[in-house]
């Protein structure tokens, strides 16, 4: 047996991998987030193929399948919503693999946060703006480590992609203004890249009432910096005076 953790991507069914999809089609088993995952994505299955929806399932029962199949060669996928390595909770899985000596490959996908800067048409790192991407949550149920809070991370002022977050986007609102200014703009886009995608877009002042208003609370992202305010530095990487490696300029 062999395991493969395949991030699906945020839910385009075309924004998996290739080789994500080719390993998902030779698939025998396969364990799948049913509450985030395309359902179209199953699909690119091979008749006979034996599935488990992960949504109702404990991580001992998703080990216990893993065990099942130890002796039977099969191919097993894992198939995680959007990048397998961001709130994936795939070490505790792979801790298990390599205890019972099990072969395991990652196979990365496209988060739900870069499939929100392509829905924004957005630049997360902008010159003279942000040079630091800041990917986190709001501590809820599972906490965050100290010195890791959001209006710890605020201060420093970079572009933060916040997860898992929307449904306490009003006491967020209140961590985020201890660092950022309130006309800080702010943009939700919930459900990125699906076909009932929505953004909202507003400034630390207002987007709270507005997401309440739209009425949502789960899967949706929230971009906050001055990236998406449109003022900028031109870079120097396509600058003609910049000099690099593969290009000559009087700087």
């Not at 998902?24 to 488990?52: M, T, W």
Request: hydrophobic share 40%; with cysteine; net charge negative.
């Amino acid at each position: 047996m062999k395991v493969y953790f395949i991030g699906a991507g945020p839910g385009d069914p075309d924004l998996i991998t290739v080789k994500g999809r080719r390993l998902l089609g030779e698939a025998d088993v396969v364990i799948y987030a049913g509450s985030l995952i395309n359902d179209r994505l199953l699909q690119s299955c091979k008749p006979g193929c034996e599935f488990h929806d992960s949504a109702v399932l404990s991580l001992e029962e998703v080990t216990g399948l893993y065990e099942r199949e130890m002796e039977s060669g099969k191919a097993v996928v894992r198939l995680h919503s959007g990048e397998p390595s961001i709130y994936g909770a795939i070490k505790e899985q792979i801790d298990w693999l390599v205890d019972n000596g099990v072969e395991y490959e990652i196979v990365p996908g496209v988060s739900s946060f870069a499939a929100a800067a392509a829905a924004l048409s957005a630049e997360l790192t902008l010159p003279g703006v942000s040079q630091t991407v800041v990917i986190t949550r709001m501590a809820g149920r599972t906490p965050v480590p100290e010195g890791q809070e959001i209006d710890a991370l605020a201060a420093h002022k970079p572009t933060m992609c916040i997860f898992l977050s929307v449904q306490m986007i009003e006491s967020l609102v209140e961590e985020l203004e201890k660092g950022y200014p309130t006309d800080t703009p702010v943009a939700v886009v919930e459900r990125a890249s699906w076909p009932d995608e929505r953004i909202i877009r507003g400034t630390l002042e207002d987007i709270a009432g507005k997401v309440k208003g739209a009425g949502i609370a789960r899967t949706a992202m929230i971009v906050v910096g001055g990236v998406l305010d449109g003022a900028y530095e031109r870079s120097k990487l396509y600058d003609p005076a910049f000099s690099h490696g593969y290009r000559g300029g009087n700087q």
